[in-house]
């Protein structure tokens, strides 16, 4: 009984000249660490030892899903378009169009130059310059042998542009290639290419006051916005186009926002083949944009590899082909993100499965008139060949 009594107390002194700092460095070192640990619940640290990594696993699968829900906090939004009303119905003539729009017509039309850096889209493209041709002067395309991801690509143009004899009268092709430079951000390598696009342009006999579009092979202008532009005077020198945005094919419509096509009056030494806001102007209504809209898995598989935002290929699984074709007929995201708004309104009325469209009322007429043949367009046909 004594004998208990007396190790008790000594056990107890020990701690009371440890956690009074009365005893050696090492002994206080490495007794502190018992004194805390008296107080500390073994339950509880084995769920910080759980948690922890759980919590970082997490940041690591969905941090870019974080940021991007948080980006009001952070971001703002760009300035504002100034939104031009957009006029049109085949039976109204054009001095009554331009007279709509506060433009004066022309007694001859402006020559329109379309050019366009040209990576896959064999099948978008043929609606798009079947869209135009009534209405393009030059149709100028350029081509490389490489990604903006610095890939090798083969020359998907040159080996099908038998399918465009409609316009070889009209056409100046250019092929450039790539510099292969690994590692180096992909929009170097586009913003190469697209100066390679002036150069071409000057060889394509373009002159000052020509109309010139300038958006991607997917970013398609309706051909009578096209018409409005180059029959009517007094047009803004730089003005963008509001496009209807879809994905996928045209049944799943997303929003009207996309804005990054746009149509320059042409200026020697100044106007610069870009795909950014050039100007505070937009004419609403203006035509499509069909993004990621192929016929073949495998070319989803190519894009996702090739275009300047690789980095959003952030795991191996997400270029599984049965991943990709589930994605298309859900309506879903390829890389998993949340939308790329502003406000938390927009974010989270945005989140989900886009929903589906069964319009298809005011379409490239290319499209309508061959549709069996670009029927995976269409709504109601997302199944997709493996190519």
């Not at 004594?2 to 009371?16: C, L, V």
């Not at 107080?39 to 769920?47: E, F, K, Y």
């Not at 310059?129 to 990604?147: A, C, G, M, R």
């Not at 069909?290 to 980095?311: L, Q």
């Amino acid at each position: 009984m004594s004998g208990g009594y007396s190790n008790s107390k000594k056990t107890d002194d020990i701690y009371e000249k440890v956690c009074g700092q009365q005893a050696s460095f090492a002994a206080l070192t490495m007794s502190r660490l018992r004194c805390m640990l008296r107080g500390i619940d073994i339950r509880i640290c084995i769920v910080l030892l759980i948690a922890i990594p759980v919590f970082m696993f997490g940041i690591y699968l969905h941090g870019q899903k974080i940021t991007y829900f948080l980006r009001p906090l952070w971001g703002s939004p760009p300035k504002p378009f100034h939104e031009i009303p957009h006029y049109y119905n085949e039976n109204v003539t054009m001095e009554r169009l331009c007279h709509l729009h506060g433009w004066k017509v022309r007694e001859s039309p402006r020559r329109v130059f379309d050019a366009v850096l040209f990576n896959n889209e064999i099948d978008i493209l043929a609606l798009r310059w079947n869209e135009l041709s009534p209405y393009v002067t030059q149709f100028v395309l350029l081509e490389s042998n490489s990604t903006f991801t610095s890939l090798p690509k083969p020359l998907l143009f040159a080996g099908n542009r038998h399918q465009f004899k409609f316009v070889e009268p009209r056409l100046t092709y250019g092929m450039i290639g790539g510099r292969f430079k690994k590692g180096e951000n992909p929009f170097v390598e586009e913003a190469y290419q697209r100066v390679a696009l002036d150069q071409l342009l000057r060889i394509a006999g373009i002159e000052e006051d020509d109309l010139l579009t300038m958006s991607d092979v997917d970013e398609i202008p309706s051909g009578h916005t096209i018409n409005l532009l180059r029959w009517c005077d007094d047009i803004p020198p730089v003005i963008h186009l509001q496009l209807r945005n879809y994905l996928y094919s045209f049944e799943y419509h997303v929003d009207n926002k996309s804005w990054r096509a746009s149509v320059h009056r042409y200026k020697p030494g100044k106007t610069r083949y870009a795909h950014y806001r050039q100007s505070d102007i937009i004419l609403s209504d203006s035509g499509w944009h069909c993004s990621f809209c192929f016929r073949y898995v495998s070319e989803f598989i190519f894009k996702m590899k090739a275009y300047s935002h690789t980095d959003r290929v952030r795991f191996p699984h997400y270029l599984n082909p049965k991943r990709i074709q589930d994605v298309i007929c859900k309506g879903a995201d390829l890389f998993d993100m949340l939308p790329e708004e502003y406000t938390f309104k927009e974010i989270i009325g945005k989140m989900g499965p886009i929903p589906h469209s069964y319009s298809a009322v005011h379409l490239p007429a290319y499209l309508l008139n061959n549709a069996e043949k670009y029927k995976y367009l269409l709504p109601g046909n997302c199944r997709r060949e493996s190519g």
